[in-house]
């Protein structure tokens, strides 16, 4: 396949990764790259994963790339779930609404308490208290 062809390939699914990873909503920590740049330009979004300018991706080039782009995506989904389940709509988890999270109703007898995951220990959990809840219920099990 022609460079030209790779080229045009991987600029139609960049278009389509860094458009829907702009749509991310604001996160209070470090944004990743592909929500800073702001724009679904394939074009700038090449140049941006063509790490060493030589106007082609390497595989690692487009796995790094996409790589962000999937944890952008994975960003939002955990805000959309949080959101979801934050049902007096005030930023935070109490105690009724994290016993109705899935990942909690799912691991039954054998969830630990919300303050295990409660930093802070105001008996509720924001959303990166929420993040890492999910990743410590949602490792595969040994």
């Known amino acids: 396949m022609s460079t030209v062809i790779r080229t045009g390939l991987a600029c139609m699914l960049l278009a389509s990764a860094s458009a829907s990873a702009s749509a991310q909503a604001p996160d209070p920590a470090p944004a990743p790259v592909a929500q800073t740049q702001g724009t679904a330009d394939a074009g700038t979004t090449f140049k941006r994963w063509d790490t060493n300018n030589d106007g082609s991706l390497s595989g690692a080039e487009f796995g790094a790339g996409w790589r962000e782009v999937q944890a952008v995506n994975t960003l939002r989904n955990l805000r959309d779930n949080f959101a979801a389940k934050d ?4 930023g935070t988890l109490d105690d009724a609404e994290y016993l109705k999270l899935d990942l909690v109703r799912k691991a039954g007898a054998a969830a630990p ?3 295990t995951f409660d930093a802070d220990r105001n008996r509720s959990l924001d ?3 929420y993040v890492g809840l999910v990743a410590a219920l949602a490792k595969p099990k040994p």
Request: aromatic share 10%; net charge neutral; hydrophobic share 40%.
């Open 87 to 90: 049902a007096d709509r005030n």
């Open 113 to 115: 308490t919300m303050a």
């Open 127 to 129: 959303f990166k208290e």
